[in-house]
């Protein structure tokens, strides 16, 4: 998907204002809405020109108000110019204390996120509401969306949204994205638009007033503050030749909201949380006597997005998914969990100094929301203490103790967890998952199962005769300090140092090899501390206990130095793998260039190879996996999706023989 950085608007031009406040209720009204989501489990709303967001507050009020409401309700929003929230709060602030609109209103200015060029998933009403904003210019970012539209609202008043009513390319990626029978409806659509959409395979309405021959020019724009917006309405009703055009790979949601998810990490619980969000119940496996035993077990660690000056896919994988990282771990700190969201320093000390980062954040034009450069004077006085170079500043950074976020997630209503369960291999009967012990006897059973268990996945896979994915472990190690100390927030670089209540965590090291015994080595502490020393410039002077340097200097037995050692796992290509498991064998003549055409394990997940940025990945990739579970739209991108698909090794084999056969 292409990206460019997206710029903000005041809204609507001022003759339109009018419009767009009695549009939601015509839009509402134009869908059969709230009549026709009652009794299900879900609804999707797609629309084009998310505004000042009117038309998301009248479909979350509502969703509110009625009684029958469906189980969850997605609100997929594209918007080329959003709003800053600034401008949202002005353009809400008759909005009284007593009104009902009031609460949502002021969730959604919370929960307002720095305008980057991506998809940003926003929760409200305990995960009920979701509201995914998608960023960017219709014709590059709808093709994005992997989703099934209940009801389409092409509502924007902007010159390129009322543009892209009448490209026949965005009236086609609307109808991909059409659940059968969706509805229609669009304000202001030209001529040229209603006559295109029979030949997408929409059915116009024959109330539909007569288009204006070109976008835009405010024939039918509303004069009256009373009087209702003349819509285009359409409901999509394929012939069977539009009907099976192919269609990217999607799964239904089994009638049994039920998973089994194995491993208790980061990983197993950030999928519990997301299928618990879904409305599903979760049964986590985990083989030892507590969760978080392993990588997830340190007492701290940082999540950060990155920048990038080409803004490919890892830097814009990393940038959503540390969006979502911090909505997660602020609303965890707020409970209780150790850690914070206050923001976080990553020096940069590239030659060209500061100057040198100033260009590329501004050639990518990143909102200081998320990220800004500081000089080292700056940094420091953020920090506490001076910092020798200057640094990216991302405001949502942070740490969190990953630990006590997988047991406090983990205790959430929905999900039950069961320690001393090791599974040893999965078997497939009627349609039924049944994970087994090493004596062969079933744990437990399922449609759906997610594989969170690090690398024993691809051990339990191999047993279904899947191929080995490239991964490779690095040893790691914390070091502890215990003391008063004047860091303020996390500070990374070459190594970290993290501010706890009573100490400094610094870390890690990193050295390739297998898991073994995790012990504690002298020689990883003293390299944690010189860096430490490096980075902040922090020793035993601000009060801290340097007591390995002293043993390290003098003879004697190897200090009992408090710190932790862990493997984190790695894919070759050093992204994550999150998603449907492709078939072990594929059918012959199955093309197999595009994940979306990989046939897929029924039922079968996995999230796993988070490399060292667990914390960061694990909340999203999360959700992803819990959507193609769940057939609810996917909270990233499809080439992004793509990008940590556990299948992306196939693809790259077919078109491998591709290029060589052809
Ligand atoms: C020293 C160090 C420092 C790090 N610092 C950071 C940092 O600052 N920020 C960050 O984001 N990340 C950091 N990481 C990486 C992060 O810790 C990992 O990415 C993350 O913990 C991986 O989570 P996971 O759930 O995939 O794996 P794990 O935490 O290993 O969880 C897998 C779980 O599955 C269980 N399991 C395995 N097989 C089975 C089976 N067959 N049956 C049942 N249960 C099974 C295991 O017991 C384990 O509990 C660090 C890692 C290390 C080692």
């Known amino acids: 998907m292409k990206t460019t950085p997206v710029t903000p608007a005041g809204g609507p031009p001022p003759e339109h204002q009018a419009a767009a406040r009695a549009l939601p209720e015509a839009m509402l009204a134009a869908h059969g809405l709230p009549t026709r989501w009652a009794g299900r489990e879900h609804f999707v709303v797609l629309e084009l020109g998310f505004g000042l967001g009117h038309g998301f507050l009248a479909c979350w009020q509502s969703w509110r108000q009625d009684p029958a409401r469906c189980g969850r309700l997605f609100y997929v929003s594209v918007e080329p110019h959003p709003p800053s929230r600034e401008a949202l709060a002005q353009a809400h602030a008759a909005v009284a204390p007593h009104e009902s609109l009031h609460a949502p209103v002021q969730a959604m200015l919370q929960a307002w996120p720095p305008l980057t060029p991506n998809l940003h998933r926003l929760c409200f009403e305990d995960g009920r509401v979701q509201l995914l904003l998608a960023l960017g210019e219709v014709a590059d970012v709808l093709p994005a969306l992997q989703l099934q539209a209940d009801a389409l609202c092409l509502m924007g008043s902007s010159p390129s949204l009322q543009a892209a009513q009448a490209e026949k390319r965005v009236l086609k990626a609307l109808a991909a994205r059409a659940a059968l029978g969706a509805t229609l409806s669009a304000w202001r659509m030209p001529a040229d638009g209603q006559a295109q959409l029979a030949s997408t395979g929409f059915v116009l309405d024959p109330t539909t007033p007569a288009a204006p021959v070109h976008a835009g020019n405010g024939e039918d724009s509303i004069s009256a503050e009373d009087s209702p917006p003349p819509l285009t309405q359409a409901r999509w009703a394929p012939r069977a030749t539009q009907a099976t055009t192919p269609r990217r790979y999607r799964s239904a949601a089994p009638a049994k909201r039920q998973a089994v998810v194995v491993g208790a990490g980061l990983a197993g619980a950030a999928a519990a949380q997301a299928l618990v969000q879904a409305g599903w119940q979760v049964t986590v496996l985990e083989r030892h006597a507590a969760a978080a035993q392993e990588a997830s077990g340190n007492p701290a660690g940082l999540f950060h997005g990155t920048v990038n000056a080409d803004d490919g896919p890892y830097a814009r994988l990393f940038r959503a998914a540390a ?5 997660t771990y602020a609303q965890a700190v707020a409970q209780g969990v150790p850690g914070a969201a206050q923001g976080l320093l990553r020096l940069d000390a590239r030659s060209g100094g500061l100057p040198a980062l100033q260009t590329l954040w501004q050639r990518a034009g990143l909102p200081a929301g998320y990220v800004q450069v500081l000089g080292a004077e700056a940094a420091s006085a953020l920090a506490g203490l001076a910092l020798p170079a200057p640094a990216w500043f991302y405001p949502g950074g942070g740490w969190m103790d990953p630990a ?17 369960a090791e599974v040893a291999s999965l078997a497939r009967h009627d349609g039924v998952w049944a994970l087994l012990d090493a004596a062969g006897a079933v744990q437990a059973q399922a449609h759906t199962v997610v594989l969170a268990n690090a690398a024993s996945a691809q051990r339990l896979l191999a047993g279904l005769g899947h191929p080995p994915w490239p991964l490779r472990h690095t040893r790691g190690q914390v070091t502890q300090l215990e003391g008063p100390h004047p860091l303020r927030l996390p500070v990374a670089g070459d190594g970290y140092a993290i501010p706890l ?8 090291t990193r050295e390739a090899g297998e898991p073994g015994v ?20 922090m020793n035993s002077g601000h009060g801290l206990d340097d007591g390995a340097r002293t043993s390290a200097e003098h ?23 999150a998603g449907a498991v492709p078939l072990a064998e594929m059918p012959t003549h199955q093309r197999l260039d595009q994940p979306r055409l990989l046939p897929r394990e029924e039922g079968l997940f996995v999230l796993t190879a988070l490399g060292a940025r667990g914390l960061t990945l694990a909340p999203l990739l999360a959700q992803l996996v819990a959507a193609q579970a769940t057939g609810t739209p996917w909270p990233l991108e499809h080439d992004l999706a793509d990008a940590v698909d556990p299948g992306r090794w196939q693809v790259r084999a077919a078109r491998h023989a591709a290029s060589s056969t052809g």
């Open 404 to 420: 006590a976020w997988v047991r406090h997630t983990l205790q959430q209503p929905g999900i039950t967890l069961r320690t001393g």
């Open 555 to 577: 003879e004697g037995p190897p200090p009992t130095w408090p710190g932790r050692t862990g493997w984190r796992l790695h894919s070759d290509d050093r992204l994550p793998i």
């Open 501 to 508: 209540p009573g100490g400094v965590l610094c870390g890690a």
């Open 323 to 327: 969006l979502q990282a911090t909505a």
């Open 518 to 537: 995790p012990t504690l080595r002298l020689k990883d502490h003293l390299h944690n501390l010189q860096r430490l020393q490096r980075l902040t410039g």
